[in-house]
């Protein structure tokens, strides 16, 4: 077998790689790390040392305070529960539009198109969807999120044209078999879309985890709250020398701020970590495949 031998101006190019991508990646991992540790650190420590990656003291207080009301651990799972059913209802809802829509035999199509690519540019705007969520008395309900955002354009646009690269041929042969559209549609579409099903999966559930604004909008009652509205109250209260600490523990002494902040962003942080690694060899082969056409 032959070998192939790099020139000398090609190691050196791959070397010049290796040690740009080394740096770039220390400097993306590394805040992070310091987030890490300084939710670990204590008071003293955070006001002493400018930036560190390992704690001097180990210290679970501000997790202790982060978690010392149980309405945290309600949001988490009203989060939970938004992001796993507004997932799924996203992906049918998408899904289910994008197939037909994927058709160019489809009456109004065209049409239908516009309509979706017209959504992308222009909205009501937040007013006018507070109203809407108001008459379909959805206020302080948690499919407030999870309704208005059923469809996301631009997702359901990729995976129309993800459909439309499929091999025709296929939908022919199942016809020939006596396989319905909804057959063929389980049986052949959606098992040939799992890199594009699992990346607008990753989008969906981002999205929802990270629901923020529309929660702030729709949601007055605080047991409704999802995790991110309730932590920016944590983190509130811990700025705020006269905020309410009723629900706190009276014997607990109080974490550093700063500290407080560096463990809401690991909290909020971590489950999509944790998410990303199953997902990401879809992640940039479901993108690109439906994006080639229109």
Aim: glycine share 4%.
């Amino acid at each position: 077998m032959a070998r192939h031998y790099k020139t000398v101006s090609g190691t050196l190019f791959d070397s010049v790689n290796y040690i740009f991508l080394a740096i770039y990646g220390l400097v993306a991992v590394l805040p992070f790390i310091y987030i890490v540790a300084g939710s670990f650190a204590s008071d003293a420590e955070l006001t002493k040392r400018a930036v560190f990656l390992i704690p001097e003291t180990f210290t679970l207080s501000a997790y202790e305070y982060v978690f010392s009301t149980d309405t945290i651990l309600q949001s988490i799972w009203v989060s939970v529960f938004i992001t796993s059913v507004g997932t799924v209802v996203n992906l049918i809802f998408t899904v289910t539009m994008a197939y037909p829509l994927a058709r160019r035999t489809l009456v109004g199509r065209n049409t239908l198109l516009n309509l979706v690519i017209f959504s992308m540019l222009f909205s009501g705007g937040m007013i006018p969807s507070y109203l809407v969520v108001r008459e379909m008395h959805l206020l302080d309900s948690l499919w407030a999120l999870i309704i208005p955002g059923a469809i996301n354009a631009f997702n359901l646009i990729i995976i129309k044209n993800f459909f439309q690269e499929l091999p025709p041929e296929l939908e022919e042969a199942a016809k020939i078999d006596g396989c319905t559209e909804l057959g063929m549609l389980w049986k052949i579409i959606l098992p040939l879309s799992k890199p594009v099903l699992a990346t607008f999966t990753l989008f969906y559930a981002v999205s929802h985890w990270n629901s923020f604004f529309q929660a702030l909008l729709y949601i007055n009652d605080p047991a409704k709250w999802p995790l991110q509205v309730m932590l920016r109250q944590i983190v509130m209260l811990s700025q705020s020398a006269a905020g309410d600490m009723s629900n706190m523990d009276p014997n607990f002494v109080k974490p550093p701020e700063q500290s407080i902040k560096m463990a809401v962003i690991v909290v909020c942080t971590i489950p999509i970590l944790i998410i990303y690694p199953f997902l990401q060899k879809h992640f940039a082969k479901g993108v690109l495949i439906g994006s080639v056409k229109g």
